[in-house]
């Protein structure tokens, strides 16, 4: 079953440099609103092997238009607002180009 809900996300921030060279953590960027989207629960979660043979695990598959193939990368932070009001936050696990129509993100 899906549910209609709007997002929003983040996008991940590199760590930086300090003058001696030690790693720094990065300031976070703020949010970018998204658009609407439709989200779908897995449960129990669903199992995936990647291309590089690595396994991940994903709870929800969001689903929106694909002009945001370009723009959401993994690692990036996604909130997901339903239409009743209840929100959460995951971290992007993988996403799917292939469809021409609607682009697939992994949560």
């Given at each position: 079953?899906?549910?209609?809900?709007?997002?929003?996300?983040?996008?991940?921030?590199?760590?930086t440099?300090?003058?001696?060279?030690?790693?720094?953590?990065?300031?976070?960027?703020?949010?970018?609103?998204?658009?609407?989207?439709?989200v779908?629960?897995?449960?129990p979660?669903?199992?995936?092997?990647g291309?590089?043979?690595?396994?991940?695990?994903?709870?929800?598959?969001?689903?929106?238009i694909?002009?945001?193939?370009?723009?959401?990368?993994?690692?990036?932070?996604?909130?997901?607002?339903?239409?009743?009001?209840?929100?959460?936050?995951?971290?992007?696990?993988?996403?799917?180009?292939?469809?021409?129509?609607?682009l697939?993100?992994?949560l």
């Amino acid at each position: 079953m899906r549910w209609n809900a709007t997002f929003r996300y983040q996008k991940a921030s590199a760590p930086t440099r300090d003058e001696n060279g030690f790693l720094t953590a990065a300031s976070p960027a703020s949010f970018v609103p998204g658009t609407i989207c439709q989200v779908e629960r897995s449960a129990p979660a669903q199992h995936r092997i990647g291309t590089d043979g690595n396994e991940f695990v994903y709870d929800y598959t969001l689903y929106t238009i694909p002009k945001y193939g370009s723009v959401l990368a993994i690692g990036d932070n996604i909130e997901v607002r339903f239409n009743d009001g209840n929100t959460f936050a995951k971290t992007i696990l993988g996403i799917d180009i292939t469809d021409k129509k609607v682009l697939a993100v992994w949560l």
